[in-house]
């Protein structure tokens, strides 16, 4: 059975940082995608990030645009487990963030039906 299962979520003040883990078992994901989504309350799910690997030691990543220059992506495929480091962080950043993995196409898609795996999401919130 996968699983994905987040941590690292928690209360933290407007500028400061938080590193989100996303540990993945039941299956190894190394060739897929695998991203972050948030949803705010009333919103509708955001892209985050996403990353794949390309070759060696070489990644992929991509950002959505709220979140560029501030947040950023990374895997240990040894560890199966991938993380988003989230900086000068916003009380617009509040949200449930949830990581999903892309095992058929392995693109870094913004699309939420791209992915057919997802953990249950951690809370995230920025105060002002």
């Known amino acids: 059975q996968v699983q994905l299962v987040e941590s690292g979520g928690g209360l933290v003040q407007a500028g400061g940082s938080l590193r989100l883990s996303c540990a993945a078992s039941g299956r190894t994901f190394s060739s897929s995608a695998l991203g972050w989504f948030r949803q705010a309350p009333g919103k509708e799910r955001e892209f985050v990030a996403a990353i794949r690997w390309k070759a060696g030691s070489i990644y992929l990543a991509d950002y959505g645009d709220s979140v560029k220059g501030r947040f950023t992506i990374s895997r240990d495929n040894a560890k199966n487990t991938i993380y988003l480091q989230m900086n000068s962080l916003k009380p617009e950043d509040t949200a449930v963030y949830s990581c999903?993995?892309?095992?058929?196409?392995?693109?870094?898609?913004?699309?939420?039906?791209?992915?057919?795996?997802w953990g249950q999401g951690t809370q995230v919130t920025v105060s002002s």
């Open positions: 999903a993995a892309d095992s058929q196409t392995g693109t870094l898609s913004h699309l939420e039906g791209q992915y057919e795996y």
